[in-house]
C-alpha cells in the first residue's frame, strides 16, 4: 500500500503553483452557466491542518502559503477557496485540490473523487461525501471509467504521489487513452521537479502528443537541506483561454525566490 501522506507537504510551494492554476480554471469555468464534472484522480484527504505535528515537522508550509499568500488578491478563486475554508474548518485549515473544488463549483456540477490509500480515503469521504462521489480505488481505473463523463465539460486533476516509479513512464500512455475519450475535457496534470530530473523525459513525451498543452514549470529552493524538490510543474491539456497568462503571473512571482 502506498505510504504518502501530504499532510507532511500541504500549503508549500508546489501548492501555491498547482491550487493556484487549478483554482483559476475552475472559476473561469463557473463564469459560464453550465453544469460540468470535476474528476480527481489521487485526491488525499482534502483538508490539512498547517499546524499539525506533521507541516511541522517538514515546515514546507511556511514557505508556501504562510509566507506568500498575498500573490493571490481578494477576488483569486485560491483565496476564496481559502477565505470559505478558514471561516468553516478554522484558522490553521488548508484546503487540499478536493476542498478548492467543493468551495467553488456549484450544486448544478458533478465531482468525482478518488483515493486508494485507506487512510486518507476514510478522512476524504467524511470530510466531502456531502459534495462528492469518493471512491476508495485506483485513480486512473476511475477516470477511464468515467470518460467521457456526464456533463461532457469539465476539468480532470492528475496528481500522483510518484512512488510507483513507473507513473512517469506510464502517465503520458494514460492521458492520451483519457483526452481519446474524452476530448474536450480539460486534463491538468501535476508532477514534481527533483535534482533528479526524473519528470524531463514524461513531459517531453506529452508534448510530443500535445503541442498545444499548456506546459508550466516553477523553481524553488529546497525546503530544507537536502530536500530533493526544486520546483513544480503543471500540464494542462485543453488548457482555458487565460490560463497562460495567469502561468506568466505565477512565474514572475515565483522568479522572485531564486
Not at 49 to 61: C, F, M, P, V
Not at 243 to 258: C, I, P, Q
Given at each position: ?175 492520451g487513452k483519457l483526452h481519446r475519450a474524452w476530448n474536450v475535457g480539460i ?72
Open positions: 500500500m502506498l505510504s504518502y501522506q501530504h499532510a507532511f507537504h500541504a500549503g508549500n510551494l508546489a501548492d501555491l503553483h498547482k491550487h493556484g492554476l487549478l483554482a483559476w480554471m475552475l472559476g473561469y469555468l463557473t463564469r459560464k452557466d453550465k453544469p460540468l464534472t470535476y474528476v480527481e484522480t489521487h485526491a488525499g484527504r482534502g483538508l490539512y491542518d498547517i499546524q499539525s505535528a506533521e507541516a511541522l515537522k517538514t515546515g514546507e508550509a511556511a514557505h508556501g502559503i504562510q509566507s506568500h499568500a498575498d500573490w493571490f488578491d481578494a477576488d483569486h478563486p485560491l483565496t476564496r477557496a481559502r477565505r470559505a475554508t478558514l471561516e468553516t474548518h478554522g484558522p490553521t485549515i488548508y484546503p487540499g485540490s478536493p476542498a478548492i473544488a467543493a468551495t467553488l463549483l456549484r450544486h448544478t456540477d458533478t465531482l468525482h473523487l478518488a483515493e486508494l490509500h485507506p487512510t486518507e480515503h476514510g478522512v476524504l469521504r467524511t470530510n466531502f461525501r456531502r459534495y462528492a462521489k469518493v471512491y476508495n480505488q485506483d485513480g486512473f481505473a476511475l477516470a477511464h471509467a468515467l470518460t467521457p463523463p456526464e456533463p461532457r465539460r469539465g476539468l480532470m486533476l492528475i496528481d500522483p504521489s510518484y512512488e510507483i516509479k513507473t507513473d512517469y513512464t506510464d502517465i503520458p500512455r494514460q492521458i486534463i491538468a496534470l501535476w508532477y514534481p521537479i527533483l535534482t533528479s530530473g526524473a519528470h524531463t523525459d514524461m513531459a517531453k513525451d506529452l508534448l510530443r502528443t500535445f503541442p498545444d498543452a499548456l506546459h508550466h514549470d516553477v523553481s524553488f529552493p529546497p525546503a530544507r537541506p537536502g530536500h530533493g524538490m526544486i520546483g513544480s510543474g503543471m500540464f494542462v491539456v485543453n488548457p482555458p483561454f487565460g490560463l497562460a497568462d495567469e502561468a506568466a503571473r505565477l512565474s514572475t512571482l515565483f522568479g522572485t525566490l531564486t
